[in-house]
């Protein structure tokens, strides 16, 4: 028998959660008017995990572990969208409503923003509206493309531009490009006054875990065999790579040399090859990147072919050019195979979907949020590609969020703070149970319901 719900279904309750249900990180917290990003917002691991222990640890509980080796990963949401809620209520329940809960929440007495990937199949979209209303029985929900919420954001502090009058009501920005490069894939959405323009949307298949997957194989081949160590290659990844201003001289500069090939090379590929020094999970849980050293390196390759002592000696795998083919990937799918344009050549098609009169507004407002948007260089690369294509009668302007991870939780904070915003993105439990939920997608869909 279904549970009573405490509000009377003509006005939402007080308390809002906001979740921003990524495939690597969900971001979660309760809508203030003045957010506080370090406090309010928390960064919780999606997905579960099993040691080789055989210890099982769920979403937050992973910030205790000290032990990744070998450390496999089951995560409700693949290629962007959630299939899997029978992982993702186990996550949520630990995290909202489990005794000692980090958000600790009553559903019956809570309005909940989530977010979702663009273009997400309707079946999928059915289910989750289902699983909200019927299995947790929130009072009231809105579901929305995470991309938008950023138009929410202050953008034009970004760029330097005049701020907006403030009436009283949150008012998104009237044109902003939004790409997020993030875990599962890299998107390009424009946004016009809040909302997705759906013909122009385009999508590219890399993302954080493509490249993680991509630099796990090169190690594996070159160095040690790391296919089980997913963790541990994805922490590599953010420590070591950066995107390349000029790929091809980069490769020149970390040219090992080969048979008969005239070439200079150097010992530490100009300043690009590094040493990785690995944790042990024992004295050291981290591990850390260093300057190569060549001499202590060919030591302990040395020791270890003569079978000599080791113990004390650091284990490290020396690093060149994978640090920056890599992340390359994002701007060149065309060197391992894949039949996609880069995020250059994708941005420039999404602006063809759009009528030529919002184009200059359009290269003049591109945010960029999403994980990957930490690798050194990316931006730059970004903005100097772009140039190249762009027209040369639009003014361009490219800014990254302050917290590119945080930013579209952040946006659906300030939304759900706006409480006639709010009413008017979200849908009671009473009217879900009243319509039914093919009424619910047309509302979500933002289509015209009399």
């Not at 970004?158 to 920005?173: A, H, I, Q, Y």
């Amino acid at each position: 028998m279904p549970r009573k719900t405490h509000s009377d279904g003509s006005s939402l309750p007080e308390p809002t959660l906001v979740i921003d249900n990524g495939a690597f990180t969900m971001k979660a917290g309760f809508a203030t008017t003045s957010p506080d990003l370090d406090k309010d917002c928390h960064v919780i691991q999606n997905c579960i995990a099993r040691g080789r222990d055989k210890r099982v640890w769920v979403g937050a509980q992973l910030d205790n572990c000290k032990d990744f080796g070998e450390m496999a990963f089951r995560r409700p949401v693949e290629k962007g969208h959630l299939v899997n809620w029978e992982v993702e209520k186990e996550i949520w329940d630990n995290t909202f409503f489990d005794k000692g809960a980090k958000l600790k929440c009553d559903p019956q007495d809570t309005n909940l923003v989530l977010t979702e990937a663009p273009n997400a199949p309707q079946a999928l979209q059915t289910n989750c509206d289902q699983i909200i209303f019927e299995e947790f029985e929130f009072a009231s929900y809105g579901r929305c493309v995470g991309s938008s919420l950023n138009a929410y954001n202050d953008v034009s502090a970004l760029f330097g531009d005049p701020l907006r009058s403030s009436t009283g009501t949150t008012v998104p920005v009237e044109c902003l490009l939004l790409i997020d490069s993030g875990f599962s894939h890299t998107t390009v959405t424009p946004l016009f006054r809040g909302r997705p323009v759906q013909q122009a949307i385009r999508r590219l298949d890399i993302g954080g875990k493509f490249l993680t997957n991509y630099l796990k194989e090169l190690v594996s081949i070159r160095h040690y065999n790391m296919m089980e160590e997913t963790h541990l290659i994805n922490e590599v990844k953010e420590a070591v790579c950066f995107v390349s201003k000029d790929f091809e001289k980069d490769l020149e500069k970390t040219w090992k040399g080969g048979v008969g090939d005239q070439r200079k090379t150097s010992v530490n590929g100009g300043g690009a090859v590094v040493d990785y020094v690995l944790p042990d999970y024992n004295k050291h849980t981290d591990g850390f990147m260093r300057p190569h050293d060549s001499s202590l390196a060919s030591k302990v390759k040395k020791l270890g072919a003569l079978g000599g002592a080791t113990e004390g000696v650091e284990d490290s795998m020396t690093l060149g050019n994978e640090r920056f083919c890599v992340p390359e990937l994002l701007f060149s799918p065309g060197d391992i195979g894949m039949k996609q344009a880069g995020i250059s050549e994708t941005v420039m098609q999404s602006m063809s979907g759009l009528p030529p009169g919002l184009w200059p507004a359009m290269l003049a407002n591109i945010l960029v949020v999403g994980g990957n948007v930490h690798l050194p260089g990316f931006l730059e690369r970004l903005e100097a590609e772009l140039r190249q294509l762009a027209p040369a009668e639009c003014v361009l302007r490219i800014a990254s969020a302050p917290d590119p991870i945080k930013s579209t939780w952040l946006g659906g904070c300030r939304l759900a703070s706006d409480r006639t915003a709010l009413k008017s993105l979200a849908v009671t439990r009473q009217e879900y149970q009243e319509h039914g939920s093919a009424w619910l997608a047309k509302r979500f869909a933002g289509v015209d319901i009399k």
